[in-house]
């Protein structure tokens, strides 16, 4: 009797296709990586003194080790005192503190606020622009959280639930606006991060003059242009029904901030299209949309040609690596499993969203749990997106199953990076992915494996593989959402998840959507 396809050792000619056909998708999804090297630091002395106190008393509050705080507070001061910084430096971090100090009383999560203003700039490249800058401070708050608080550990939810709404707010700083949805300490950060505009006249044409001294690689008629583009947008926000907006979310800076805000940024406006006129027939003047000026300008700058050399050379890496994979063909586990050795040395991990767990993941990782020496089931998460059951809830959830099943040598981690950046820092051997049927899930899980071939040569390294586990197939029906559909029905679940999990899982998940 012939071995289906999704049965057999190595993938077959079915999947050897499904991979060209990921492949073409993976061509377009891909995008290197800009390597730009640190500029010459100037740090303010004096500054640093007077927010390292802040700093500190925010760690040991949050019990992060002091070995941490001092790593990451010279890497706060560092990064902030860059030359290519003018206006978003170590001063701009003292007036948002001055800030909060004002509206204290308006502060109910003043941890998660003060956080957020150490890490919203932490990475600030002006040829990059938004929303990459708030992406990658948001991936270097990730790794300030995964080294105060280390995965391994079970921190809680309390501590899951600071880490997503820092690293959320730091992604919204990419446009500062606020919804009905967000909480007041949201809108009142993007508040505080934008009450420069509602500054005095004299203070406010420092800071025009240091963003454009941000933005100096950027021809004068281009800037004039992108950056009126960006006050006039901001100034003409409309409501959804279509009244006009305010430049401010609270209505504290809607009444102390908002006139001086327009005021200034008329004037700056009017500044602006008097220096374009002056700039005449200038070629500086390109006739690009206002909109997308500074990012095309960043594009055509010199640090594409920097990072050209290693692009080629890691998508050409991975070229070769997918052709080996392609010939040789990933490891694939079948059900029944055989037999594993008692230990195998190796660290692997099992990525997937576990939303919400099951006996499907829990019979794969109790059979990885015996055949190497450490399992960890990484939870993946992205800082853009707000998930109904966080991601330290489900940690904790999974983590109960293990133990309720007697599991060993499994830890449950919450990861907003890359999976082989997790996978990489552990030294895994081995990225798994579990899998039910090739028709089912090839695909996407093809994809994923030839986008991590492609990705991991750019950062500088050779692949870590990718091994598929099949799961059960009397349990191949199972899945996070025949559970969260059967509890939005008010059905049993005891056949899905361990009878004595069943609460947690109820109660975690019942007011989601199936």
């Not at 709404?165 to 991060?193: E, N």
């Not at 934008?194 to 406010?204: C, E, H, N, Q, T």
């Not at 001086?260 to 008097?274: D, F, I, T």
Request: hydrophobic residues 40%.
């Amino acid at each position: 009797m012939a071995i289906p396809p999704c049965q057999r050792d190595k993938p077959s000619l079915h999947v050897a296709v499904l991979s060209l056909l990921v492949l073409s998708t993976v061509a377009h999804r891909i995008t290197p990586r800009s390597f730009a090297t640190d500029p010459w630091i100037i740090a303010d002395a004096e500054l640093a003194a007077k927010l390292q106190p802040r700093w500190e008393a925010l760690c040991t509050e949050l019990g992060v080790e002091s070995s941490s705080q001092r790593k990451w507070w010279d890497i706060i001061v560092r990064r902030h005192s860059e030359t290519r910084r003018s206006y978003h430096t170590l001063a701009h971090l003292e007036e948002l503190f001055l800030h909060i100090d004002a509206f204290e009383a308006l502060v109910d999560d003043k941890v998660a606020v003060s956080l957020t203003v150490f890490f919203h700039d932490i990475v600030y490249n002006p040829r990059a622009g938004s929303p990459k800058n708030e992406r990658r401070s948001a991936g270097l708050f990730c790794s300030f959280s995964q080294e105060a608080w280390p995965p391994e550990k079970r921190n809680g939810i309390a501590i899951g639930d600071l880490v997503a709404k820092v690293q959320r707010w730091i992604m919204q700083t990419a446009t500062h606006k606020t919804t009905l949805y967000d909480d007041d300490d949201c809108k009142l950060f993007m508040d505080l991060d934008m009450a420069i505009l509602g500054s005095d006249p004299k203070r406010y044409a420092r800071y025009a003059q240091q963003i454009r001294n941000e933005y100096i690689h950027v021809p004068e008629a281009m800037y004039c242009k992108a950056r009126a583009s960006f006050l006039r947008s901001a100034m003409d926000e409309c409501l959804p029904d279509g009244r006009p907006g305010y430049i401010f979310a609270t209505s504290i800076f809607r009444q102390s901030h908002e006139q001086q805000a327009r005021e200034n940024m008329e004037r700056e406006v009017a500044q602006l299209s008097e220096r374009l006129r002056n700039c005449g027939s200038k070629s500086c003047g390109m006739g690009v949309g206002a909109a997308g000026a500074i990012g095309i300008a960043a594009a055509a700058t010199s640090s594409r040609s920097l990072c050209a050399t290693t692009a080629h050379a890691g998508v050409a890496v991975g070229v070769v690596a997918f052709g080996l994979r392609l010939a040789f063909g990933a490891r694939f586990v079948r059900h029944p499993y055989p037999e594993p050795p008692r230990d195998d040395g190796n660290v692997v991990v099992l990525a997937g969203s576990y939303n919400p767990p099951h006996f499907g993941h829990l019979e794969m990782l109790r059979y990885l749990s015996k055949a190497h020496a450490k399992v960890v089931a990484v939870i993946g998460v992205n800082p853009r997106k707000t998930y109904h059951v966080s991601a330290y809830q489900r940690q904790e959830i999974l983590a109960t199953m293990i133990e309720h099943l007697g599991i060993r040598n499994v830890d449950v981690v919450v990861w907003a990076g890359f999976i082989f950046q997790y996978a990489r820092s552990v030294g895994a051997t081995a990225m798994y992915r579990g899998i039910r049927t090739w028709t089912q899930d090839g695909f996407g899980e093809k994809l994923l494996e030839f986008e991590n071939l492609f990705i991991q040569p750019v950062f500088g390294n050779w692949p870590i593989p990718t091994a598929y586990l099949q799961g059960d197939p009397k349990l191949s029906a199972v899945s996070s959402t025949l559970i969260r559909r059967r509890i939005a029905a008010g059905e049993t679940i005891s056949d899905l998840v361990p009878e004595a999990c069943v609460p947690a899982v109820q109660k975690a998940y019942a007011a989601t959507p199936g």
